[in-house]
């Protein structure tokens, strides 16, 4: 792959998370989940404190009743609309999500401020998204599929770093491998490596040429030398999967 400076392009993010139903005060009509581990592998396993800005939710994931990728034309132009006359940020994409031994579909969600999330779900139902029924789901691990804008910068031969999350970086490897193979390849590695505290995900961006697959990582004391490292293990280990 050429290194380009500067990458914008339409893609996706494949993760598990823990979820559960929105701890919140306000009563919902609707099934909001939240995420109690937003980066399994840097917080849970090793037991990292979340400083206070980390300690609400990073994720929302609102259930909608119907709604596919094959919408998502629909739903960007839904949440322009809304950001003119909602007058507080936020950042809403489309997901996949198992819910119950079933695929569902989502928004995820992101605010400064949650405790204007009603306004904006009330915003959202009047654009035409009907969502879940709001019931009792407990903990639970969850594979979730996000599709989102990438606006990435390049900081060493083929190593990016996201403009809008700072802590994150992306780098492309040679295939897209199934998710029980990518979480065998990433313990292994983890697992021979003193540099443990960090979370990997797989990502991938819409190319000319079809999908240029990467791998996303989150790490706050990342270094040109730990992401190089971890691009040479993860080509490596990738190449040997069948």
């Known amino acids: 792959m050429e290194n380009k400076k500067h990458i914008e392009s339409l893609g996706f993010v494949i993760k598990k998370e823990k979820l ?12 909001l989940l939240e995420d109690l581990d937003p980066f399994p592998g840097f917080y ?7 400083n206070e800005n980390e300690q609400k939710p990073r994720s929302i994931f609102a259930i909608v009743r119907s709604m596919s ?14 950001k003119k006359v909602f007058p507080h940020k936020f950042d809403a994409v489309m997901g996949r999500l198992d819910l119950q031994n079933s695929l569902a579909s989502c ?6 401020d949650y405790n204007v999330l009603p306004e ?3 915003l959202y139902n009047k654009q035409g998204i009907a969502f ?8 639970y691990s969850s594979l979730i599929n996000v599709r989102k804008y990438f606006s990435l910068t390049s900081i060493a031969q083929d190593i990016y770093q996201d403009e809008d999350m700072p802590d994150t970086y992306y780098f492309p490897v040679g295939k897209y491998l199934p998710w029980n193979k990518f979480e065998t390849v990433t ?6 490596w003193d540099h443990k505290v960090y979370d990997a995900a797989q990502a991938g961006i819409y190319v000319k040429t079809g999908v240029l697959e990467m791998v996303r990582i989150y790490d706050r004391k990342a270094t040109i030398e730990h992401l190089t490292y971890l691009k040479e293990k993860y080509e490596i280990e990738i190449a040997r999967c069948i």
């Open 44 to 50: 849970d396993h090793f037991h990292i404190p979340m």
């Open 69 to 82: 990728f094959e919408d998502m034309d629909d739903f960007i132009r839904m949440t322009m609309a809304i």
């Open 107 to 112: 928004l995820r969600i992101y605010m400064d």
């Open 120 to 122: 904006l779900i009330k």
């Open 20 to 31: 559960t139903n929105l701890a919140a005060d306000f009563k919902y009509n609707e099934l």
């Open 187 to 192: 313990i292994a590695i983890r697992n021979n």
């Open 132 to 139: 879940l029924s709001n019931k009792v789901v407990k903990p």
